[in-house]
T-cell receptor, first 111, second 116 residues
């Protein structure tokens, strides 16, 4: 059972525009959500997180939105830059502290 | 460099052999996690430690897998009698957990295992 889903395997965005990555989850017990970025041959790098009691968190060009009623979160990157090209993973923390990851979305920023 | 380090970065082994991986977490972090990632998937949880205590193991962690964190610092993950299905990227992460305050998990570069 896939508790965290990223339904778009890939996304292509023009440099300077907004990138929106989406994630859906099924477990209402998740208390914390995170986004990670991964380059080839490297481990995931933490980007931004949000507690389940909030609906928005912003850090520079990155904003994460959480809609608990829809069990949906999204990551907005504005403006998108070529260095943002990577695989992005959505993750959710369960009460036992481990992270449950989605399958990832490959973001490509076109110049 | 004060990040999470893993050794080796790559390991090729023949089916049936034993392999051991090492993870050195960020020094002040009290929690250490192991994940496994296969192609096209996100990382999957295997096990985690709080200091030297192993607190949870996934059902993915068969009897052939064992993990230790003997002094609450570095950790090892051993796979006995490797199978081709064990081929994956093995990721280690660490975090600082204090009471109920959650902190982000920081990942190492991973060990890529290929079983031939």
């Amino acid at each position: 059972d896939q508790q965290v889903k990223q339904n778009s395997p890939s996304l292509s965005v023009q440099e300077g525009r907004i990138s929106i990555l989406n994630c859906d989850y099924t477990n209402s017990m998740f208390d914390y959500f995170l986004w990670y970025k991964k380059y080839p041959a490297e481990g995931p790098t933490f980007l931004i997180s949000i507690s389940s009691i909030k609906d928005k968190n912003e850090d520079g060009r990155f904003t994460v939105f959480l809609n608990k009623s829809a069990k949906h979160l999204s990551l907005h990157i504005v403006p998108s830059q070529p260095g943002d090209s990577a695989v992005y993973f959505c993750a959710a923390r369960d009460g036992a502290q481990k992270l449950v990851f989605g399958q990832g979305t490959r973001l490509t920023i076109n110049p | 460099d004060t990040g999470v380090s893993q050794d080796p970065r790559h390991k090729i082994t023949k089916r049936g052999q034993n392999v051991t991986f090492r993870c050195d977490p960020i020094s002040e972090h009290n929690r250490l996690y192991w994940y496994r990632q296969t192609l096209g998937q996100g990382p999957e949880f295997l096990t985690y430690f709080q200091n030297e205590a192993q607190l949870e193991k996934s059902r993915l962690l068969s009897d052939r897998f064992s993990a230790e964190r003997p002094k609450g610092s570095f950790s090892t993950l051993e796979i006995q009698r490797t199978e081709q299905g064990d081929s994956a990227m093995y990721l280690c992460a660490s975090s600082l957990e204090y009471g109920q305050v959650p902190y982000e998990q920081y990942f190492g570069p991973g060990t890529r295992l290929t079983v031939t």
